[in-house]
């Protein structure tokens, strides 16, 4: 989420060993820093 409230766009791409986050701001136009991205994961067995 922007500083506005608007939505934005976030995958998860896994190599060498490490999980980043890539946070896609150039998909939202004017998009108003700082952007909050804040991952939730769940796992259910």
Not at 8 to 24: H, I, M, S
């Amino acid at each position: 989420m922007d500083a506005s409230g608007k939505q934005v766009p976030t995958r998860f791409v896994l190599g060498q060993n490490r999980l980043t986050q890539v946070v896609d701001t150039a998909s939202i136009a004017e998009v108003q820093y700082p952007v909050v991205a804040d991952p939730a994961v769940s796992v259910t067995y």
